[in-house]
């Protein structure tokens, strides 16, 4: 079974015990536990689908903010993100991609009370050596704004040396061979935590093999814990755990 989820279940069980501790009346602390608050208009922002395709081995999930809101500049922003992104790599794929080769982008929606947020994975085949690329898009309903993922390392006092270094202390080798040699930080998750959101972290972790290939693998580090855990590149997060979208994503299909 997935480590986020157990992950996610830790903070979630950290809100509960702060909630009940201190009663009705206590203030959440930014989580998703608390009432009230949203940025007016924004009740009207919700992730939707723009590409949903299955054909034959392919799979197309690409997933924007729509707004009935009225213009919303930072849903803008974040929207174009996707369009330069992900967007942008399943077009090059359609244009330029060979006879047998396909594309697999799976999407992964989170709505809270105070965030907007999809996580999204892109990998070709045939392909050896890699998870494939990762992708987020957060946006902060409270504050009306698009989270870019270099102010919330800077707000971490993180970078891709430091986070390097601490994969390479925590990373625990399935094998004697291996070691991890690279850590790069692709997207984050924003979860409730008793003191105000806890980062996730989402990472691309280069792993070294004496014994055999080199490989990149997905991995999610939080900071507030220092722990790090392996994802499954297959199905990242548990369906309980994300949005119910009509028709489902792959993830419940």
């Not at 590409?51 to 974040?78: F, R, W």
């Not at 992900?86 to 080769?101: L, M, P, S």
């Not at 202390?169 to 105000?196: H, I, N, R, V």
Request: hydrophobic share 35%; glycine share 10%.
């Amino acid at each position: 079974m997935k480590k986020i989820t157990h992950i996610i279940s830790m903070i979630t069980v950290s809100v509960l015990a702060l909630l009940l501790g201190a009663g009705c009346g206590g203030d959440s602390g930014g989580g998703s536990a608390g009432g009230g608050g949203e940025a007016a208009g924004n009740s009207k922002i919700a992730i939707s689908v723009v590409t949903q395709e299955y054909s034959g081995d392919n799979i197309v999930e690409i997933l924007t903010l729509e707004n009935s809101g009225g213009e919303n500049p930072e849903v803008d922003s974040l929207n174009s993100a996707v369009g330069s992104g992900i967007g942008q790599r399943y077009a090059d794929f359609e244009k330029n991609h060979a006879d047998g080769e396909w594309i697999e982008i799976k999407s992964y929606p989170f709505t809270s009370e105070d965030y907007l947020q999809i996580v999204t994975t892109c990998s070709t085949y045939p392909s050896y050596g890699t998870d494939g690329d990762l992708y987020s898009y957060n946006f902060d309903k409270r504050q009306n704004k698009f989270l870019a993922l270099q102010e919330v390392m800077d707000g971490l006092g993180l970078d891709n040396a430091a986070l390097t270094a601490n994969v390479k202390k925590l990373y625990e080798p399935e094998a004697p061979s291996m070691s991890a040699s690279a850590a790069t930080a692709a997207g984050f998750l924003l979860q409730p935590g008793a003191d105000g959101p806890v980062t996730l972290l989402l990472l691309k972790v280069d792993i070294e093999n004496t014994e055999s290939e080199p490989w990149s693998s997905f991995f999610v580090y939080v900071p507030a814990y220092d722990s790090l855990s392996k994802l499954d590149a297959k199905y990242m997060f548990e369906p309980g755990d994300l949005d119910v979208m009509d028709p489902p994503l792959s993830y419940a299909r």
